[in-house]
């Protein structure tokens, strides 16, 4: 009759004994399986970062392209003194504005970026300010307050030409 090399009965207690994922993962007792495990943690955190970035960067491409046309509602509310209409767009641009700051501070490395977008929320708060004082002259001149930090911002930090531009 044929032998069996090992003993069946201690094979079986050990492939049916539960292990908790620590003592798998412990790395004195399997360096090479914890250095595995590792680095498929790493990749997937690495991935998980570029997806959230690369999502932040599509929104910020939205929020750019919403710029010229709420830029140009509010201009031709504040020719018409429509007050509600323009207090609308400046209040949607001092969103918008608040958001660029958020993204450009969650990106980080650029200081600049982040006060030109603070002082374009401050000129389109100023903006629906003067609009409820009934000032839409003083308005129509936080316009061009507005549009200068929008024009400083894309000169240091975007490149490409009209509809293919990107963030530098």
Not at 77 to 102: H, M, P, R, S, Y
Request: charged share 25%; aromatic share 6%; proline share 2%.
């Amino acid at each position: 009759m044929y032998e069996l090399p090992y003993d069946s009965t201690d094979h079986h207690r050990r492939a049916c004994r539960s292990e908790g994922l620590a003592d798998i993962l412990r790395p004195r007792d399997n360096p090479e399986v914890f250095m595995r495990t590792m680095s498929v943690v790493a990749v997937m955190a690495a991935l998980l970062v570029a997806g959230a970035l690369a999502q932040s960067e599509s929104d910020y491409q939205g929020w750019m392209k919403s710029n010229p046309v709420n830029l140009g509602s509010l201009n031709k509310n504040i020719a018409a003194k429509d007050g509600a209409a323009a207090t609308a767009d400046a209040q949607k641009l001092e969103a918008t504005f608040k958001q660029v700051e958020d993204f450009w501070k969650k990106r980080g490395g650029a200081e600049d970026a982040v006060n030109f977008a603070t002082k374009a929320q401050t000129a389109a708060a100023a903006i629906a300010k003067d609009i409820s004082a009934g000032n839409f002259d003083q308005a129509a001149a936080d316009v061009k307050s507005l549009q200068s930090n929008c024009g400083g911002c894309h000169m240091a930090h975007r490149e490409g030409s009209q509809g293919s531009f990107k963030i530098k």
